[in-house]
């Protein structure tokens, strides 16, 4: 999608070994967040973030951590992968601007953990 | 817990028919809701949205209705074609400080058959 953009696309990787995502926005928008989805759960939010440093638990954010140390960045780490964390990964972006507070989201990241 | 219970989880529609799909919220805080149509490999994309004043918004072939004190929401695809195939979640937040974290439906996946 236009100004967001998710790295890698696709990650097979084993259990127990670090894991890194990349979400990186060119629109300057205020908020980040990042998402799971899964069959069955629809997306549930993991971390989001209000501004630099600034970052916050969503409802699964047991085994992730989050960092922002720019606007246009938001890196989602998992330190042990688990295979419970096999999932595709989203980034979303929104600015509220009190008309519209809509997401745009990334393409997504599908992350095997074997 | 799930706040917002979305159903079905698939819906097969001939072409022209109108498909519906239905949404339940618990939190009478939400003041916001979003539908999100998503393709395969790709993220969701904002379709409509309405707020709680209002009971329905109609744009193009996609309306909402919204029933507050049933606390439901509903997107009703009028004269529905091929490229509609895809999946649909329904969402809510509440707005605020830290940006608007929607909480999603589980998805429904739309099959519109010739």
């Known amino acids: 999608d236009a100004g967001i953009t998710q790295s890698p696309r696709h990650k097979v990787t084993e259990t127990g070994t670090p894991v890194t995502l990349r979400c990186h926005q060119t629109?300057?928008?205020?908020?980040m967040y990042w998402y799971r989805q899964d069959p069955g759960h629809g997306l549930r939010l993991i971390h989001y973030?209000?501004?630099?440093?600034?970052?916050d638990k969503g409802e699964v954010s047991d085994g992730y951590s989050v960092s922002r140390s720019k606007t246009e960045d938001f890196l989602l780490t998992l330190e042990s992968a688990t295979s419970s964390q096999t999932s595709v990964y989203f980034c979303a972006i929104s600015n509220r601007d009190g008309a519209n507070y809509g997401y745009t989201f990334g393409s997504g990241t599908r992350l095997t953990v074997v | 817990q799930q706040q917002v219970k979305q159903s079905p989880q698939s819906l097969i529609v001939q072409k022209g028919g109108i498909s519906i799909i239905n949404c339940a919220y618990e939190?009478?805080?939400?003041?916001?809701f979003p539908w999100y149509q998503q393709f395969p490999g790709k993220g969701p994309a904002l379709l409509i949205a309405i707020r709680p004043d209002v009971s329905e918004k109609k744009e193009g072939r996609f309306t909402i209705s919204f029933n507050k004190s049933a606390k439901q929401f509903s997107l009703h695809i009028m004269d529905s074609q091929p490229g509609d195939s895809a999946t649909y979640f329904c969402a809510a937040s509440i707005g605020g400080g830290g940006g608007n974290k929607l909480t999603f439906g589980t998805g429904t996946q739309l099959k519109v058959e010739l």
């Open positions: 629109e300057n928008h205020r908020y």
């Open positions: 973030s209000y501004g630099v440093k600034d970052t």
């Open positions: 939190n009478t805080a939400f003041d916001y």
